[in-house]
């Protein structure tokens, strides 16, 4: 850990954080100085041996959890404040997101579009709603949730997806409103079409039918790598963010003007 890093001593839980984009958010949590918690239905615990290897066998833990489950989202608090003591950082990545097919809105069943809602939003909300009180009980937090530049865009084909992740951009920018008297900052980051191991590895049909598309939207004419993401999150997840509340960062090469 080097002695600029900008999250020392900082206690963070991410969730989704054993596959995709997560890795690499938890990997670059870790370097920066924060403790961490890896929370997902994925079994995180091969990635937290080597960030162990790294930076210590004190600065990380995972547990299978599934964001979904009131239970098992208290189970994680209550694991993470009897290992860590403090939870000063909560990033809520987990989302099904990398195995939906494109559908149209006239096919979507309701079990899948139940299931997309209770993760991406449901799970934000009970992640939050556990999480809070201990920010608030030291009065300091960052609360950083994954949102998408389809909100902005709206795309086709993805109208359970596009609106779970609308529904995330409208529950930080109101919670910010509840949590700012207690010095807690909810805020969202957009990514664009990010190339993250599962885009490319569990969804062909999506890889060949955004890549091309995104580049031609986008100011910056390249595709996007889930280390494009890395700044903004420890922005937002160290004091550098701490008057920013209720604000989408959208780091998606300019696709979006929010
Ligand atoms: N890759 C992109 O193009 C892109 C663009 C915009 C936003 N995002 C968002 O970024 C985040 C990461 O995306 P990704 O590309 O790594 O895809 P991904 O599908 O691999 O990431 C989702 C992560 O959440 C986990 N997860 C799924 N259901 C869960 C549950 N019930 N409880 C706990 N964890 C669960 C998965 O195991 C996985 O680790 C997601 O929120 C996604 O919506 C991705």
Redesign the pocket.
């Known amino acids: 850990m080097s002695s600029s890093a900008r999250l020392d001593g900082r206690v963070a839980i991410l969730?989704?954080?054993?596959?995709?984009?997560?890795r690499h958010y938890a990997r670059r949590l870790a370097a920066e100085g924060s403790r961490l918690m890896i929370?997902?239905?994925?079994d995180g615990r091969e990635l937290a041996e080597e960030i162990a290897r790294r930076h210590g066998a004190n600065s990380v833990a995972s547990a299978v959890?599934?964001?979904?489950d009131e239970g098992a989202v208290q189970a994680l608090v209550a694991k993470t404040m009897e290992r860590f003591g403090k939870i000063d950082i909560l990033v809520n990545?987990?989302?099904?997101?990398?195995?939906l097919q494109e559908q149209k809105v006239t096919e979507i069943d309701v079990g899948l579009w139940d299931k997309v809602m209770s993760?991406?939003i449901r799970?934000v909300f009970l992640m939050t709603k556990h999480v809070a009180p201990h920010m608030i009980a030291q009065k300091y937090g960052k609360i950083v949730n994954?949102?998408?530049?389809?909100v902005a865009r709206g795309i086709p084909n993805f109208a359970h997806?596009v609106t779970s992740?609308g529904a995330v951009t409208a529950f930080t920018r109101a919670v910010s409103r509840e949590l700012g008297e207690y010095n807690i900052c909810v805020n969202n980051l957009?990514?664009?079409?990010?190339l993250?191991d599962?885009?490319i590895n569990?969804n062909p049909q999506h890889l060949a039918h955004s890549q091309a598309p995104s580049l031609v939207r986008r100011a910056l004419k390249r595709d996007e790598y889930p280390q494009d993401l890395l700044g903004a999150l420890v922005f937002l997840a160290s004091a550098d963010s701490d008057f920013v509340t209720g604000q989408t960062i959208a780091v998606d090469g300019g696709a979006t003007n929010n």
């Open positions: 969730t989704g954080g054993a596959k995709g984009i997560g929370a997902d239905v994925a959890t599934d964001v979904s990545n987990a989302a099904l997101f990398a195995p993760i991406n799970g994954i949102s998408s530049g389809t997806y992740k957009a990514p664009g079409f990010t993250s599962s885009v569990d």
